[in-house]
């Protein structure tokens, strides 16, 4: 079982940056591949972004790419999401992901992964 806890979150200005982390335990975290996710009030929970077990592969919503740039440091059990440009409609809280899988074929369902972190509130305002 994959222990993750989100940070980074904030109130932040349109146009700002925000840098959020995930760190993991209790598994081997170079055996699962992460993705974060978001979901605003009355909205369902949406894919954000992906990465493979070794970084090489990544994935993102359109509504994201170009702006939102997912990372992970193995050695240090973490994986980032590193959010320019903010918009007030990237308000949601966002949430971790993580799923033992070893290959890199994108997995951008939230019924792709197991293990989810707590959220962390992400607010931007105009």
């Known amino acids: 079982q994959v222990h993750l806890v989100e940070s980074g979150g904030g109130l932040v200005q349109a146009g700002d940056s925000l840098r959020l982390s995930c760190a993991a335990s209790?598994?081997?975290?170079?055996?699962?591949?992460m993705g974060w996710f978001r979901q605003a009030p009355g909205t369902v929970r949406e894919f954000v972004a992906a990465?493979?077990?070794?970084?090489?592969?990544?994935y993102y919503a359109d509504s994201v790419q170009g702006r939102f740039t997912i990372s992970r440091d193995n050695a240090k059990n973490t994986a980032y999401l590193q959010m320019n440009s903010l918009k007030p409609e990237d308000t949601a809280v966002y949430y971790c992901a993580a799923t033992w899988y070893v290959y890199s074929a994108p997995r951008v369902g939230a019924y792709d992964y197991d293990n989810w972190g707590q959220g962390t509130q992400v607010t931007v305002s105009s």
């Open positions: 209790g598994v081997t975290f170079n055996e699962y591949y």
């Open positions: 990465i493979n077990w070794n970084g090489a592969s990544t």
